[in-house]
């Protein structure tokens, strides 16, 4: 049986966000061979076309996370219809200097939780697009574009009873996916 890194990336750097243990619930629902890693990207420099020659260490250590991982989970919030700066920033970092984008060929999914009734869709449609432009071949369906009410998550933070069936059905896509590109 093989194994699977999952290189997570929450687009959201707030302690308590939605995202963050979105990210968390819905990974407890994969299979046992897939473990997932939450990268840090709180404390990355901002991307600055100058220091490519002479990365910080933190973007090393991104670079090193996702080139060990075989698919890559984003989990973001919307801020002012569109991602977050801080995930920009890190899918720059990682993704320069030109010719060294070590996003290329990993699977992706996305997933977005908002309180807003759209769920973060414009964010996702962004983020789809800067993805297809770093060859990051990402899982169209099912999109899950998250709104968040009581219910979402039980006492213990998993997913709650009410989204659980739409949860494994896209964890089991997802699954599928990273399977189907790490073959």
Not at 14 to 39: H, W, Y
Not at 130 to 145: M, N, R
Not at 160 to 182: E, I, L, T
Request: net charge positive; proline share 5%.
């Amino acid at each position: 049986m093989n194994q699977y890194t999952i290189a997570v990336v929450v687009g959201s750097l707030r302690k308590d966000s939605f995202n963050r243990k979105l990210a968390g619930a819905v990974s407890k629902l994969a299979p046992p061979e897939f473990t997932f890693r939450q990268l840090q990207i709180s404390d990355l420099p901002l991307y600055n076309q100058d220091d490519d020659a002479d990365q910080a260490v933190s973007v090393k250590r991104l670079k090193g996370e996702i080139k060990e991982a075989q698919g890559l989970l984003f989990v973001t919030p919307e801020h002012n219809r569109t991602i977050p700066s801080v995930l920009k920033n890190a899918l720059d970092h990682a993704a320069r200097p030109y010719g060294q984008n070590v996003w290329a060929g990993k699977p992706a999914g996305i997933l977005s939780a908002s309180p807003g009734a759209t769920g973060a869709a414009m964010a996702q449609q962004h983020l789809r697009n800067i993805l297809a432009c770093l060859d990051v071949p990402t899982l169209g369906q099912p999109e899950a574009f998250i709104h968040v009410k009581d219910g979402l998550f039980d006492e213990a933070g998993n997913i709650g009873a009410g989204s659980q069936k739409f949860f494994v059905s896209w964890m089991n896509r997802y699954v599928a996916w990273v399977k189907k590109f790490a073959a």
